[in-house]
């Protein structure tokens, strides 16, 4: 008994220890221009602790590592898209949208307006910008990436969004297109091995072919 109890206080104090210095919400929550001076390091010198963060109603949510599966998606459609798109529009790779001043998300490509894309002192876009928001799902992001995001990029009026499952370590693609008398998203298509679609323009892409190397070329 006694050595369970001195276990647990050891992990209260280490509780106590992790949270000693956690960054409080300014007074009226966090809005999205906080995200712009939250420092690099977490409050005990993590380092690169806020680098990955988005804000959801005024919460700060904290994205977890990338497994591989998640990153060679991200990196391989972010080139196939940017080298397909018309000279008019660009693809970027998680930059933020601020949506308003409590939403601020973070998707995992965007195909934004490409008289933005060049301009390095932007942190984040505004939705008018956006013409598609794509999320590519991991366990951990479900419920955000298939309900609280969607609703948030469709009320926000961007046209296209593309929602990435994994099955079977490959990947499908659940693609939506906005009804704007409802705001909402309507499916349009799923698509296993090819995507193929013409809009927001004419895209060709191996999805099978992303994961492996050299697949952004293909």
């Not at 690169?48 to 988005?54: K, L, Q």
């Not at 193929?196 to 191996?206: A, C, G, N, R």
Request: include cysteine.
């Amino acid at each position: 008994m006694t050595g369970t109890m001195s276990d647990a206080l050891a992990t209260v104090r280490d509780a106590d220890y992790l949270l000693a210095d956690w960054p409080y919400p300014p007074p009226g929550g966090w809005t999205a221009d906080d995200l712009d001076n939250l420092p690099q390091d977490g409050p005990n010198g993590e380092p690169g602790f806020f680098r990955r963060v988005e804000l959801l109603d005024g919460a700060l949510i904290f994205m977890s590592p990338q497994k591989r599966f998640h990153e060679r998606l991200i990196r391989g459609l972010t080139d196939r898209l940017d080298a397909q798109a018309p000279e008019h529009l660009a693809a970027v790779s998680q930059m933020d949208i601020k949506i308003n001043k409590f939403q601020r998300p973070c998707p995992d490509v965007l195909v934004i307006d490409a008289r933005v894309a060049d301009d390095n002192s932007r942190t984040s876009y505004t939705p008018a910008e956006v013409h598609l928001a794509v999320e590519v799902v991991s366990p951990e992001s479900k419920f955000r990436d298939r309900k609280i995001k969607p609703e948030r990029y469709a009320a926000a009026g961007i046209t296209h969004f593309w929602l990435i499952e994994d099955e079977s370590d490959k990947p499908v693609v659940y693609v939506y297109e906005l009804d704007p008398t409802t705001q909402s998203y309507v499916p349009t298509g799923i698509h296993h091995g090819r995507l193929s679609l013409e809009v927001p323009f004419p895209i060709d892409v191996d999805l099978v072919g992303l994961l492996s190397r050299g697949g952004a070329s293909g």
